[in-house]
Nanobody, 123 residues
């Protein structure tokens, strides 16, 4: 099993940037495809981005394309989400997740989840 811990959330003004990290322990991160999801108040959790085991393939929800970049450093057992040009509608708790299956937009495919980190974007 792998344990995941997110960090890097916080309060930022619209137009600002944040970099989220997801640190893995217990098993090599390279064993898993990874994803970022988010849940805004009163809404269901939604897919944000995913990345293949090697990092060669990435996918994004349309609303964050160009602004967000998912990446990973398997040697450091860490995944990242660089978020630029943040908007108030990006406010949510952000979760990282791991799957033994190929990368997916579906949260049901992910077996391991972090506890989440809050991102708040003020207007």
């Amino acid at each position: 099993q792998v344990q995941l811990v997110e960090s890097g959330g916080g309060l930022v003004q619209a137009g600002g940037s944040l970099r989220l990290s997801c640190a893995a322990s217990g098993r090599a991160l390279s064993s898993y495809a990874m994803g970022w999801f988010r849940q805004a108040p009163g809404k269901e959790r939604e897919f944000v981005a995913s990345i293949s085991r090697s990092g060669s393939w990435t996918t994004y929800v349309d609303s964050v394309k160009v602004r967000f970049t998912i990446s990973r450093d398997n040697a450091k057992n860490t995944m990242f989400l660089q978020m630029n040009s943040l908007k108030p509608e990006d406010t949510a708790v952000y979760y990282c997740a791991a799957t033994s299956l190929p990368q997916s937009r579906s949260e049901s495919q992910y077996s391991y989840w972090g506890q989440g980190t809050q991102v708040t974007v003020s207007s």
